[in-house]
């Protein structure tokens, strides 16, 4: 994610080095932020009706956490903001997946894969830590809130539009913010992750990330959860569509405008 904020990889990255790296800073992401909305929805946990505003702070020092355990890999996390470097390569062919990391097939290949499998991963231990919470009677769309997102007004499209807008605001910044005079790293993309949640992230929950929705879905669909309901199959390529448009949409115009 900070490819250009954080310091270069001292050394060559093997596969299995680019792996574990987007795999265990994915899966930090997802516990953290998984373990944020749990607190705040499941029944008898000590943060119950923390609100919005916690579950927001919550992503986005979970997302600094996960920024910093995948530093050598440039902290994609995201699926979204991997094809965006794929895209930036097509325009500029220096652009690198991260520091010593090149654009290639397999390389790709490896950081998707890895944040997919991160993400439940993420998800399977956030269930651990509050499985006797998750055994408690509660409305099973409060389980499944923990894992996945979900719209509050359902409507597909328009839906898929805000999952769209909020990753592009995530993208632009990812490129624009290498080139400021002050580069404050990590750090700014945890605040940019709370500001689009504060800001746009009502209408969807915004998950302006595919592998932190449809890894944790299938990991509710799976886990045996009591009275966990459905898993909402019929929105799930809504958080995967979306942040792909506004990821491919936001690395164009940040290279076709000079941004980047």
């Known amino acids: 994610m900070l490819s250009t904020l954080l310091p270069m990889a001292p050394h060559e990255l093997t596969s299995t080095h680019i792996f574990m790296s987007e795999f265990l800073g994915t899966a930090i992401l997802l516990l953290l932020g998984g373990g944020v909305v749990a607190t705040n929805l499941l029944p008898k946990s000590k943060g119950k009706g923390g609100g919005w505003l916690m579950i927001n702070w919550g992503w986005g020092l979970a997302v600094l956490a996960g920024v910093y355990v995948a530093y050598d890999t440039g902290g994609h996390l995201n699926p979204a903001v991997t094809l965006a470097k794929v895209v930036g390569h097509m325009f500029d062919s220096s ?11 397999a390389n790709v290949a490896i950081y998707i894969v890895a944040q997919f499998l991160g993400a439940f991963c993420g998800a399977v231990l956030c269930w651990l830590t509050f499985k006797q919470h998750f ?3 509660c409305d099973p769309a409060l389980k499944l809130g923990v894992f996945s997102t979900g719209p509050e007004i359902r409507s597909y499209g328009w839906n898929c539009v805000t999952e769209a807008i909020g990753t592009a605001v995530l993208i632009l910044w990812v490129w624009v913010s290498g080139y400021t005079q002050t580069a404050i ?12 949640g504060t800001s746009l992230g009502g209408p969807t929950g915004y998950a302006i990330n595919p592998a932190r929705d449809l890894g944790p879905r299938i990991a509710h669909a799976i886990l045996p959860i009591k009275g966990k309901g459905g898993s909402d199959w019929g929105y799930s390529w809504v958080p995967v569509v979306g942040p ?4 491919v949409v ?3 115009i940040a290279f076709t405008s000079g941004l980047a």
């Open 250 to 252: 936001a690395t164009i």
């Open 95 to 105: 652009v690198e997946l991260a520091g010593g990391v090149a654009v290639t097939a």
């Open 185 to 196: 790293g990590p750090l700014g993309v945890a605040l940019i992750i709370v500001v689009i």
């Open 244 to 247: 792909i448009i506004g990821a």
């Open 135 to 137: 055994d408690e009677d």
